[in-house]
């Protein structure tokens, strides 16, 4: 497996979007996706044929973030984990400020005491919000993220 694409929205102290990011990634080791991956992300071979590799996305990825401290939040750590092993396996640096990071599929469950976690369209339901989009896609899931995560520090200043 291989990140294909990164998808990120940039939201300001108050919360509110200010900007938002997204770029297909060229996979090398399996550059050929499998049906599945298909079906899953809506991401066809021609959508990577002319995108960047991993570590020039990346990179573009970093830039787009800019150099002031940053907080990012995904839903569940699988994606932390999967830049992460995508960083070593070009022999790429961790850039410091990348390692401040926050699982809110986590978070989310504390917020509502929950004994297990859900998955995002559950947590999305209980809130009474409307997924936007294809969910495992990149700034979709971005977005969507972004909605629950306004909730869960709602209820985390009430607190």
Same mark, same amino acid.
């Given at each position: 497996?291989?990140?294909?694409?990164?998808?990120?929205?940039?939201?300001?102290?108050?919360?509110?979007?200010?900007?938002?990011?997204?770029?297909? $990634?060229?996979? $090398? *080791?399996?550059?050929?996706?499998?049906?599945?991956?298909?079906?899953?992300?809506?991401?066809?071979?021609?959508?990577?044929?002319?995108?960047?590799?991993?570590?020039?996305?990346?990179?573009?990825?970093?830039?787009?973030?800019?150099?002031?401290?940053? $907080?990012?939040?995904?839903?569940?750590?699988?994606?932390?984990?999967?830049?992460?092993?995508?960083?070593?396996?070009?022999?790429?640096?961790?850039?410091?400020?990348?390692?401040?990071?926050?699982?809110?599929? *986590?978070?989310?469950?504390?917020?509502?005491?929950?004994?297990?976690?859900?998955?995002?369209?559950?947590?999305?339901?209980?809130?009474?919000?409307?997924?936007?989009?294809?969910?495992?896609?990149?700034?979709?899931?971005?977005?969507?993220?972004?909605?629950?995560?306004?909730? $869960?520090?709602?209820?985390?200043?009430?607190?």
């Amino acid at each position: 497996m291989e990140t294909i694409e990164i998808g990120a929205v940039k939201l300001n102290a108050k919360l509110e979007q200010i900007d938002e990011f997204s770029v297909y $990634v060229r996979p $090398v *080791k399996h550059p050929i996706l499998s049906e599945f991956c298909v079906r899953f992300t809506s991401i066809k071979q021609d959508d990577l044929a002319q995108a960047d590799t991993f570590p020039a996305a990346f990179k573009r990825f970093f830039d787009w973030m800019g150099p002031e401290k940053f $907080v990012w939040y995904s839903w569940s750590d699988y994606d932390r984990h999967r830049l992460m092993t995508d960083l070593a396996d070009h022999l790429q640096p961790v850039p410091p400020q990348f390692l401040n990071h926050k699982d809110l599929k *986590k978070l989310y469950a504390q917020s509502k005491d929950l004994e297990q976690m859900v998955g995002m369209r559950r947590a999305l339901k209980d809130l009474e919000i409307e997924f936007e989009g294809r969910q495992h896609r990149g700034l979709d899931d971005a977005k969507n993220t972004a909605e629950i995560l306004r909730h $869960v520090l709602q209820v985390l200043i009430e607190n």
